[in-house]
């Protein structure tokens, strides 16, 4: 299937599919619900998408199961029963519903999770400048910078290479491959906004901006220094090292033993993987007031 949400991906042409899709819930209800009582109350119960659709199709299905199982196990209003409640794993072979399994926010995140870090993030800055307002004197200057992005138009956009994208791949992979659980990957988000200019310069009353400046640089060596495979994996491999030492401590604290530290960061195909090599780091000069 074509990727991706644009003119020609699947996503966007598969309207046909989603109301099949929607005629056969009342045989998947009917089914799930026998399922139910002939395995009494299993503590576990595994679904597997065996499609290679990608969108939303897919987890419109796997949410019709667990919202039944859901219903079903509250409505029998036995409490004996109801402690058998069981715990649902999906395995999805199809790349849909990409956000959930992000750490950071992508173009297919809801607008109010995009809203819920700009707020944190503006709510911890006017903070920020607030306690530096009160150890500066009137007219002192103060020059920050911060990675962000260019765009305005598209909040969910991101302009560069961002490499917590490339971080939730790597744990999407793990996901794959049976070495973390989904429900895991799918609670960790970092706390971390990358603004555009106008985000970032709204303050608490204290400063005003002298000087506001956009600056692109490569993230990492370029496709054209490097031609080589061998010579693109170590760029990777360096990549994945610059990753690690900023993330490492999140990830430990979040997920201790259950995952493996190394294998999460082994990226040698960054390189390859990420078309735009840049990076957007934003510097403000402000004048205290």
């Not at 109350?41 to 065996?50: T, V």
């Not at 901006?209 to 600056?215: A, F, G, M, P, Q």
């Amino acid at each position: 299937m074509s990727g991706g949400y644009g003119h020609n991906s699947y996503s966007t042409n598969s309207l046909l599919q989603r109301r099949v899709l929607s005629m056969t819930k009342p045989i998947l209800v009917k089914n799930t619900k026998e399922m139910m009582r002939n395995l009494d109350f299993p503590e576990c119960i595994k679904l597997a998408d065996l499609g290679c659709s990608s969108g939303q199709n897919t987890f419109m299905v796997m949410s019709d199961i667990v919202n039944t199982i859901n219903t079903y196990v509250m409505n029998k209003g036995d409490e004996e029963e109801s402690s058998k409640y069981p715990l649902v794993s999906i395995l999805s072979m199809s790349g849909g519903d990409g956000h959930k399994m992000s750490v950071y926010l992508t173009s297919s995140s809801p607008l109010s999770e995009h809203k819920a870090y700009l707020n944190q993030f503006q709510t911890d800055f006017k903070t920020f400048l607030r306690m530096r307002s009160e150890e500066m004197v009137s007219s002192g200057h103060m020059v920050l910078t911060l990675i962000g992005r260019k765009t305005l138009d598209d909040p969910l956009h991101r302009d560069c290479c961002h490499w917590l994208t490339l971080l939730s791949d790597s744990l999407c992979d793990l996901v794959f491959e049976a070495l973390v659980s989904a429900s895991k990957v799918s609670s960790f988000k970092v706390p971390f906004y990358d603004p555009n200019g106008e985000e970032y310069i709204e303050d608490e009353g204290s400063f005003m901006v002298n000087d506001l400046e956009t600056h692109i640089f490569d993230l990492g060596l370029s496709n054209e220094e490097y031609g080589l495979q061998s010579d693109r994996a170590k760029a990777g491999g360096k990549e994945a090292i610059c990753i690690r030492a900023v993330t490492e401590t999140m990830l430990v604290a979040h997920f201790g033993d259950a995952i493996n530290i190394d294998t999460l960061y082994c990226l040698k195909n960054i390189h390859d993987s990420c078309k735009n090599k840049t990076s957007i780091s934003l510097v403000v000069s402000l004048i205290r007031k």
